[in-house]
């Protein structure tokens, strides 16, 4: 079957690294060959590379084709993929500093030419906030440089197989550091796109190409890689531009280990250091010790590029992009900046050094300021305890949300675990990873949603119809009930898995009190199976997730047979306004505080009262400091939300 689509694409920033790489995991779960044609020219939609080198961006129109038996969820999937601006960034756009990664990179503060005077520092491209004082670690790995040798014919496939092996040792090296050092999950995302960069077809298919002429692999290596990084470098669009810095970084690895030459890492950078480089890769940066850099100056380098996203993510003062002459470089021994203006100076007298330690005092403070707020248990100026929790939706967020002070899971979106594999995930499964979780955050409540998935979000193994409206259509939880298959598994992992924590179910898309009878029938099914067959189980209390209008509408009929409501205000925003959550045209109707959505939050808050449930809010509009005092005047108990906005909705809380 032949099936293709016109679609526009509203990914911010458009298909670079993560959403690219995203976007080709999606297209890897179908079967069918998939293209892309962007202005007469097309890529693989399987290929990372390709598909960067197609420099799609945000607001272009594209064509996706598929070929194949499954063609036309494949091509719909993928267009829904580029259609939500979110796709393939990290929740909310924050990265762990809760600075918004994507507003930093539209507005570099200041520009990588601009002059030094003697009285003026120097400016380079803000890339990661904060100021820093610091002895500078140089980091200047010597140039690579391999000279060409011509192979005899019978030395060819020897040749090839090293190359393979060198390719597959970087790639090894490259997972190695997903698990160890401080990786955070942004920092596995980055990996995981240099990973594809390793992978793709179009570097290892144009070495293997020189090879086969009669190259030896290191030179073969060196020269496709270049050739790559300057292709990346010649688009326009800078997010694909810095992609270039990955491709030099992959190939480093792969040439210095066909030279059997040791990689000359950051190890041994000492605590407080300020990192200076004429360029760093991200490959470099996954491999240091992150927490004893102090600062990070480099000539090379932009807002956008992976190396200021960990930057961010770790909370390292950075300033890429930063004109000075490598000689002047390698001669500095101190360094001041502040990778939130830009500003450097080099050499800096006494006087310099001290406002620059004023100002680090001060933002300390600052931060410090607002993280004490993450230890607190927030109270209501009356007394009222108000829960803080976060929505996460894979294990390796439990730790930074932890640390950001979450008072345990309002949400945990169970759908990540079944749409990043290529088939549905068992029983034993599932159940290692919920007990993973409530061990981890116990005593404090984490609440499981059941799958929600629908022919929005497909997942391979499902086999979801064609729908002219996915939002309205088989999702949720009326999928589950229609295929016990998949539903009985996941809640029979969830009995198994509570005897290790607090664990709490709830349940997506309610839409008729019928619905929930179901699942509470077919989960004391899956109890009693259990038993007989002798397998511990817990008591995990059942709650329904609010956010369609008809929940709100029959909310007292529903509270009757709930344990708890939680209102997911992205839905039933979505619901109650008619309006797409997804269209970027209708945002002037997708708003949480709409008199008509405050209306049906305070009806489902009334219900609550009136059967002695508590009631929490887990979509966006949990963490917005002008919406939370209206949700707890109707009688939200807790709030869940990105780990980020933690510290900041305690400290609205209080103020209540
Ligand atoms: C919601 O609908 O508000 C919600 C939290 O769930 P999701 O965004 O996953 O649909
Ligand atoms: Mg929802």
């Known amino acids: 079957m032949q099936c293709e689509r016109s679609v526009t694409v509203l990914v911010r920033e458009g298909l670079h690294a993560r959403p ?21 020219r097309s890529a693989d939609a399987k290929s990372s590379v390709k598909l960067m080198l197609l420099a799609v961006k945000e607001d272009d129109d594209i064509l996706i084709r598929g070929e194949g038996d499954d063609a036309a969820v494949a091509v719909e999937s993928l267009a829904r993929f580029v259609s939500d601006p979110e796709a393939g960034l990290p929740a909310t756009g924050q990265d762990a500093t809760g600075q918004d990664a994507t507003a930093a990179a539209h507005k570099p503060r200041g520009t990588a030419t601009r002059p030094a005077t003697p009285d003026e520092p120097r400016r380079g491209i803000a890339a990661g906030e904060g100021a820093a004082v610091g002895e500078v670690f140089p980091f200047f790995p010597p140039k690579l440089v391999a000279e060409p040798r011509v192979l005899n014919s019978h030395e060819i496939e020897a040749e090839r197989t090293r190359f393979r092996l060198a390719v597959e040792a970087t790639i090894a090296a490259l997972l190695g550091s997903r698990t160890t050092g401080e990786p955070r999950p942004q920092d596995v995302q980055i990996v995981d796109a240099l990973v594809e960069v390793a992978r793709d077809g179009e570097l290892s298919g144009a070495a293997d190409a020189r090879i086969l002429a009669g190259l030896d692999a290191a030179s073969a290596a060196l020269q496709a890689g270049e050739d790559l990084a300057r292709r990346f470098e010649a688009v326009s669009d800078p997010y694909i531009r810095a992609r270039a810095e990955d491709v030099r970084g992959v190939t480093r690895n792969v040439v210095l280990t066909l030279l059997g030459r040791k990689h ?3 190890p041994e950078l000492p605590a407080g250091a300020i990192l200076v480089a004429e360029e760093i890769s991200a490959w470099d940066l996954a491999e240091a010790p992150m927490a004893r850099i102090a600062g990070i100056l480099c000539i090379k380098g932009a807002a956008t590029s992976h190396v200021a996203i960990m930057a961010r993510t770790h909370g390292i003062p950075t300033v890429l992009g930063y004109g000075a002459d490598v000689a ?37 403070a600052a931060r410090k300021t607002l993280s004490a707020y993450a230890r607190i248990e927030p109270r209501t100026r009356d007394g009222r305890l108000i829960e803080v929790a976060a929505n996460l939706g894979s294990l390796s967020e439990i730790e930074p949300a932890l640390r950001a002070g979450a008072m345990g899971v309002g949400l945990f979106r169970t759908e990540l675990l079944f749409m990043e594999r290529r088939c549905l995930p068992s029983e034993d499964e599932q159940t290692a990873v919920y007990a993973e979780l409530a061990k ?3 005593p404090r409540p984490v609440i499981v949603r059941t799958l929600d998935v629908g022919g929005d979000k497909p997942v391979a193994g499902i086999d979801f119809p064609d729908e002219q409206n996915p939002f309205l259509g088989w999702r949720g939880v009326r999928m589950c009930l229609d295929r016990p298959d998949i539903f009985r598994p996941q809640l029979r992992a969830l009995l198994r898995a509570s005897v290790a924590g607090n664990i709490k179910v709830m349940v997506p898309m309610i839409a008729d009190v019928g619905e929930l009878r179901a699942v509470k029938a077919l989960f004391d099914e899956c109890r009693a199976e259990l038993e007989a067959e002798q397998v511990p189980v817990g008591a995990p209390e059942i709650g329904v997730m609010m956010e369609t209008p008809a929940a709100a509408l ?12 939680s209102i997911g205000t992205n839905d039933l925003t979505q619901y109650v306004m008619a309006a797409d959550r997804l269209n970027p045209r209708l945002a002037g109707l997708s708003r949480p505080d ?3 959505v405050l ?3 305070d009806l489902i808050c009334q219900a609550a009262n009136k059967a002695g449930i508590w009631v929490g809010v887990c979509g966006e509009a949990a963490a917005r400091e002008d919406l939370i005092p209206e949700f707890i005047r109707l009688g939200v108990t807790a ?6 906005s933690i510290a900041r909705a305690k400290k609205c809380v209080i103020g209540i």
């Open 554 to 565: 029959m909310a007292d009929e529903i509270a009757a047979e709930s344990a708890f409501f």
């Open 440 to 442: 981890a955050v116990a």
């Open 264 to 266: 000359t890492g950051l």
């Open 594 to 596: 709409h008199p008509a």
């Open 599 to 601: 209306r049906a939050v």
């Open 20 to 40: 690219a790489t995203q976007f080709v995991k999606l297209a890897r779960m179908f079967q069918s060959t998939l293209e892309v044609f962007r202005e007469g």
């Open 328 to 364: 002047v470089l390698r001669a500095t021994r101190r360094v001041a900046l502040d990778g939130g203006t830009g500003e450097v100076v080099l050499d800096p007298d006494d006087s310099t050094v001290q406002a620059f330690e004023a100002r680090i005092m001060q933002q300390t």
């Open 639 to 644: 709030l869940s939300m990105s780990p980020s």
